[in-house]
């Protein structure tokens, strides 16, 4: 009975949700990266989890091309997507940040929230994405921006790393990185209700 269930979840699966997959097999492998580096202290570690981001992002962007041309869009498809997302554009950046250095307790705090934001944007969009598409079947804008959007402040991050500006500043005693604000406003920029992207 168990191999019959087994089998017919692998047939549920379409060619887009391989894709799918393949973005969130991107977001674990930049985790493993960056914890090399923390173990090996290579950069080249730390830089090859950094670029594979943007390939879980390619992977991201083939998938929901390929649901449309197949015309195989599904709610599994939809659940699954965001469960990638979460780990390769929220848990993967926050993690390659942890690992350049942005590590004080200020630091991890800012990026508990960036990842939170993260859940919370792709949560509501998977409760109103029906009710926000309409008749057309496809949503026309984004409440808060993607959080794909997050390769912005990695990228931003890595520059900083490679220049050697990864210098913390004192406040109340407590040590915080300036870098990590870009993170805090990416992910409050996912939260915001008033902040409207076209879907493209």
């Excluded at 989890?49 to 992977?59: E, G, R």
Aim: glycine share 10%.
């Amino acid at each position: 009975m168990s191999r019959r269930v087994h089998f017919s979840m692998i047939r549920g699966f379409h060619l887009a949700d391989l894709f799918t997959i393949a973005n969130g097999f991107c977001g674990v492998a930049a985790l493993f990266a960056a914890m090399t580096f923390l173990t090996s202290g290579d950069p080249r570690w730390l830089w090859g989890a950094a670029l594979l981001v943007p390939v879980a992002l390619v992977f991201d962007v083939l998938d929901g091309r390929v649901a449309r041309w197949r015309h195989a869009a599904s709610p599994m498809g939809r659940e699954l997507d965001s469960l990638a997302d979460v780990i390769s554009f929220g848990v993967a950046p926050a993690g390659i940040a942890f690992a350049a250095g942005l590590d004080s307790v200020l630091d991890q705090l800012v990026l508990m929230y960036f990842v939170g934001c993260g859940l919370s944007r792709l949560a509501r969009f998977n409760i109103t994405a029906e009710t926000m598409a309409g008749e057309a079947g496809k949503v026309p804008y984004f409440e808060g921006t993607p959080i794909p959007t997050s390769v912005v402040p990695l990228a931003l991050l890595m520059g900083a790393f490679q220049a050697g500006a990864l210098r913390p500043v004192s406040i109340l005693g407590a040590e915080l990185h300036l870098v990590v604000l870009l993170f805090l406003l990416s992910g409050s920029l996912m939260i915001s209700k008033t902040f409207r992207v076209p879907k493209l």
